[in-house]
């Protein structure tokens, strides 16, 4: 039985694992990966006390950090399946048929890219459908990609197609642009790129690669079809909290609800901190400092409840 | 037991970084490809692999998409 087990292995699951160790809390930490989803990023300049760090070197330090510490329990290579609650606190069951047991339990599963949902997307993953822009976007040299989502990643995803692709469209569901407007201004004077207002997906079109996207124009009140070879989809993320079930609360996103002062949930024992949570703002630092006041709050927890 | 290692990259794809410095920490000989500058290599690697993603990896003909280090580990004899 342990004291906490901590779900993710981001910058929040990380910090609250060291945090838990240091405090000598009885502590096992779950997680598929080290280091979040800022691992892709090239250059990261927002990581306190570092001028500048790549999102792989700053995972390797989060987890070297993290093996550092004496006494907690590392489960890696584990995604968590499901938590039930039992008598004296949860039951945690991960993919590869580990189970669990713990008093208390920090949520910091952080979350995914949000899909589009329409038909085609799955049958083209990888087939000219991307999620990592970073990655992919050297594949497309010499073609036409479209950017679905205006918001900061998608921003990126075009600044990351512009050397290698002919045309970047930017697709912007609404009149606006919700990114940040410098960056947006450098893109959009860029000749390769177009930007396409009003326009929601349909479907994503293709055979064996992808031709196109069926998709309706607000403007003109249409459908219409436009011929591409990529559909790079930033269209924002969704919450990694599948596995609570309905033990916490979340909001009409599905984050959880915590409470800001302590980062409980409405489930007692359960807390949670970093994007999983329903605070605002996406930052490394956030989670990590978030996550810190979650133990410590668990932390006091733990010696009231002995 | 040697393995025919290949790993297909673009040089800005963390993932195949994380690959690389598997295979290295392991003793694995690999040969790299990069897909960004080598057509005929993103064209074998299309071949091989049926899609647009990287990295692929090619132990022994066995053909894998992404990074998954327990799947590598498996191909490999390493656990």
């Not at chain 1, 009885?26 to 006390?49: C, H, L, P, R, Y």
């Not at chain 1, 980062?263 to 999983?276: E, K």
Request: hydrophobic fraction near 35%; charged fraction near 25%.
């Amino acid at each position: 039985m342990y004291d906490l087990i901590i779900i993710g292995g981001g910058p929040g699951g990380i910090s609250a694992g060291i945090y838990a160790s240091r405090k000598k809390i009885k502590t096992a930490i779950i997680a598929e990966t080290f280091g979040g989803q800022s691992t892709v990023s090239a250059d990261i300049q927002n990581w306190v006390g570092t001028e500048s760090i790549s999102g792989l070197e700053l995972a390797q330090k989060l987890e070297a950090h993290l093996r550092a510490q004496q006494g907690i329990d590392i489960v890696d290579g584990e995604r968590v399946a499901k938590v039930e609650k039992t008598d004296g606190g949860f039951k945690v069951e991960t993919q590869g048929g580990k189970t669990l047991e713990t008093r208390t339990i920090l949520v910091a599963s952080g979350s995914r890219h949000r899909r589009l949902g329409v038909p085609g997307e799955d049958k083209f993953d990888g087939k000219g459908v991307v999620w990592c822009s970073t990655c992919d976007a050297p594949l497309f040299g010499g073609k036409t990609v479209a950017v679905v989502g205006a918001g900061n990643s998608g921003l990126e995803a075009v600044r990351d197609a512009i050397p290698y692709a002919s045309k970047v469209y930017l697709f912007v569901r609404g009149d606006s642009v919700r990114g940040d407007q410098q960056t947006f201004e450098k893109i959009s004077k860029d000749p390769k790129v177009e930007v396409m207002y009003g326009v929601q997906v349909q479907e994503i079109l293709g055979d064996q690669f992808v031709t196109g996207v069926k998709y309706i124009d607000a403007k003109a009140n249409a459908v219409k079809e436009l011929k591409l070879d990529g559909v790079f989809v930033e269209i924002g993320s969704v919450p990694n909290v599948e596995f609570l079930g309905d033990l916490a609360k979340k909001n009409d996103v599905n984050a959880l609800v915590v409470d800001y002062a302590t980062q409980q949930t409405s489930q007692p024992g359960i807390w949670a901190a970093g994007d999983v949570t329903a605070l605002p703002y996406r930052q490394n630092n956030i989670s990590a400092g978030d996550a810190i006041k979650a133990v410590l709050n668990i932390n006091d927890y733990l010696h009231k409840n002995k | 037991m040697t393995h025919n290692v290949t790993i297909y990259s673009t040089p800005t794809c963390v993932y195949c970084k994380m690959a690389k410095e598997f295979f290295k920490k392991n003793g694995v000989k690999y040969t790299e490809h990069d897909v960004a500058a080598d057509e005929a290599a993103r064209n074998e690697m299309v071949d091989k692999s049926h899609q647009l993603g990287v990295p692929v990896i090619d132990i022994d003909g066995e053909i894998h998409v992404g990074f998954n280090r327990q799947d590598l580990e498996q191909s490999l004899g390493l656990r």
